[in-house]
Structures are given as C-alpha cells and as structure tokens.
C-alpha cells in the first residue's frame, strides 16, 4: 500500500509539470541582425537584414560557409514603424526573432522627421531586444548598406555595423553608439547625439571586382530630435581626443614639411576643470596625459622637439574644433555635462534647455602632457639625443 501511494503521489506530480508545448526550435526561426528606417512621401520604410545563422558556424564537415546567402534584406511600408513592422512580418516564411538584432541604420529624411526617439523608445519597451544595439545614419540607400558583405566571407554578424568594437579599438576616429548610451545622451545636458554617418565606397578589391565598403568619417548631431548639422572629418579630428573609450589613433606632426612624422596616441587620461570666476562666468581647463609610438622617423630630431609638436599639433585640432561647433551651437566637447556633475548649483545659474553658453574663450587652457614610450621594433637611425624631457607644457 505505501508503494502504491507513493507512486499515485508521483504520477499527481508529473501531471503538473509544465511542458515544452509553447517552446520555439532554433531552426524554425527567422533571425533579425539589422533594422533600417526611411521616411517618404509620409509613409515609414522599414529594411530588415535577416542573418544565415549558419555562417557563424566553423564548417568541420567540409561545407563551406561562403557559399551560403549570408543575408537578405526585407522592405515594408506603413503610416508608422508599428505598421511597417506589421506589414513585414505578413511577407516572412517564419518568425522573426529580434534578440540578436545589432544595429539600426536611419536615412536623413528619417533622422530629420524625428525617428530617433521613436525608434529608441520602441527597441527599448520590446522584451526580446538588447541595448547593445548600435546606431548609424546613411544618405546612401539603405538596402545597399544592409547588403555588403564583409571582407574575406567573414559572417555578416561580425561586419563593421554588427560589431563596430574592433574596428574602433585599431583606430579610435568616430565611437559607435548604442541603444543605452542613445537613451542617456538624450535626456542628460546638452541633449545632444553623435551619430556615425556611413558612405559605402568601394576600397577593398577581391580577384574578380572591386568589394563595397562602408567609411565612417563624419557624425551627424542630432538636438531636439532632429538634425542639427553634420560634423566633418576635420572636426572630428579633434573631438576624437575626448572620447572617454580612447585606445589608439594616431596623429601627423609637422605638417610644413613634405616628410611627416607619423605618430601613434595611446594610453590617453584627460580632465576638463570647470573655473568659475568672480562674475559668474564659467571657464574650462583641459589637462591631458598620453602615452606616444613614433611610427615614421625624421633625422636630427630630438625627443624633446617631438613631445613639443605633439603638444603643438593636438592642441590646434582641439581649438580647431572647439571654434568650429561652438558657432554652430554645438558642445562636442561635452561641457555642459561636465559642469552638470562637477558645478550642478553653476551650472543651474546659465543652462538653458540643459545646455551652457559657449564663448570663443570658454575653453581657457589646455595642458598636455606627453611620453614618447618608444620609436618602434627597429632603430635605423638614432632619432632621439639626450635626456628625456617630459613634463607638462602649456603652450
């Protein structure tokens, strides 16, 4: 008797066990990589970029993943991104699943109808999206954009727009942006986003063709939900050395002769110091470290005269750039946030609409502090004569 009540107790049990009867297989889904957003004639355009999971596979059975369609893109359209979404899925063999969605690429006609919060809003309130999601503009055409393929058959999950962090990490010129960060610059000082602008060129040539490529040179400032301008590269160049994910990039000194140098920044530290003086103007000083990797030589040059024309050529592209947002309103060097944290009582005194006056002279000084680490693997001639000579040397 005991054992039989023990297994009737075990069999009520069991009935109550919750099953897989509502369960998704991997391979009967459909999976989203990449969502594109236009805007025409009224009406919202979606592109959606559906990934082959099986390229991201190695291939140990002899097939090759090469041969395989590494993505196709979709299109719809609707009086809304809901709508499009809607009208897109009417057309997919399976459903879609959009956790490992990537990236999202606007047009300017988007960007410039205010899709940008929308857009952000509706990937945020999804449950299946993750706020690794990075953010990208284009003024060519979108579906063009979804299409290139990646270099050497890499999988497209691992492309420029999919994963921008390796590209970055190799050369430090324009940070990719995502969901989270997108969702916090909008609602801090100065309320203002920096969002990378593709242009496909075709730079890379395979056996047969020339392969198209995608560039990031330029950002687009979006303020208020629209645009406000587009930066170029010259502008960046400057606005690069205080990003706060800085790895290395590197930088041309003596640029009046024809043999420049070519030097590598790493390691960079920077501070920006608000000053608030008698009369309630507030005023920053920059004070940087950075560690340098002569690349290109120039004879009969000391350490001392390279860590000066560092110093020399940096501090131009900053005051370069400074001068140049600032008449248009722009605080690329995030001022008004820093003030926000460091100053909050200041910084209530003079924002308006979250954001601080910038004069020609708001930015009063910049301190720079440079250490030649080497000039690299092989010395052909002896570029460096005496003592170092480091030290912080406001010019």
């Known amino acids: 008797m005991k054992t039989m009540k023990n297994t009737l107790i075990l069999l009520l049990c069991v009935s109550i066990l919750s099953g897989c009867w ?10 989203a990589n990449g969502l594109g957003i236009d805007y025409k004639d009224g009406k919202v355009i979606v592109y959606l970029q559906i990934i082959n999971v099986k390229g ?9 993943p090469s041969t395989l369609s590494q993505a196709d893109v979709g299109h719809a359209s609707g009086n809304t991104l809901d709508e499009a979404i809607f009208n897109l899925y009417n057309t997919s063999d399976r459903r879609i699943y959009w956790g490992h969605i990537s990236f999202v690429i ?20 999804y449950r299946e999206t993750r706020y690794r999601i990075f953010f990208f503009m284009t003024k060519d055409p979108i579906k063009d954009a979804m299409l290139i393929s990646p270099i050497e058959n890499i999988s ?21 942006i995502n969901l989270r960060e997108i969702i916090i610059e909008l609602d801090e000082p100065a309320h203002q986003v920096a ?15 020339k392969k198209q490529d995608l560039l990031m040179e330029r950002v687009a400032i979006i303020s208020e939900n629209k645009i406000k301008t587009i930066l170029p590269k010259k502008v960046m160049n400057g606005g ?3 990003n706060k994910d800085f790895v290395r990039d590197s930088v041309s000194i003596f640029p009046e002769t024809k043999n420049d140098a070519f030097v590598v920044i790493y ?8 000053v608030v003086e008698k009369n309630g103007t ?20 000391t350490r001392k005269q390279y860590e000066k024309e560092i110093r020399r050529s940096i501090k131009k592209e900053i005051n370069k750039s400074y001068q140049y947002t600032q008449k248009r309103d722009i605080d690329l060097l995030r001022l008004s946030e820093t003030l926000y944290r460091m100053d909050n009582k200041s910084w209530k005194k003079i924002e308006i609409k979250g954001r601080i006056p910038l004069e020609d002279d708001t930015l009063r000084s910049i301190q720079i502090d440079v250490e030649i680490q080497d000039t690299g693997k092989q010395r052909l001639t002896p570029i460096f004569d005496g003592q170092k000579d480091k030290g912080i040397e406001n010019q």
């Open 56 to 64: 991201l596979a190695k291939s140990e059975s002899g097939g090759d």
């Open 106 to 125: 606007f047009s300017e006609e988007a960007l410039k109808a205010g899709g940008l919060r929308y857009t952000a809003d509706f990937l945020d309130r």
């Open 240 to 242: 690069r050395w205080f």
């Open 267 to 274: 390691d960079k530290k920077f501070k920006i110091i608000p």
């Open 22 to 31: 509502d369960s998704n297989e991997p391979e009967r889904l459909v999976y």
């Open 195 to 209: 969002i990378p602008l593709l242009k496909i060129t075709e730079q890379w040539t395979g056996q047969k063709k």
């Open 282 to 301: 507030v005023r920053f000083d920059v004070k940087m470290k950075l560690k340098a990797s002569v690349e290109m030589m120039i004879k009969d040059i």
């Open 156 to 176: 497209v999950a691992f492309s420029k727009l999919s994963d921008p962090d390796g590209n970055y990490n190799q050369s430090s010129f324009i940070p990719p």
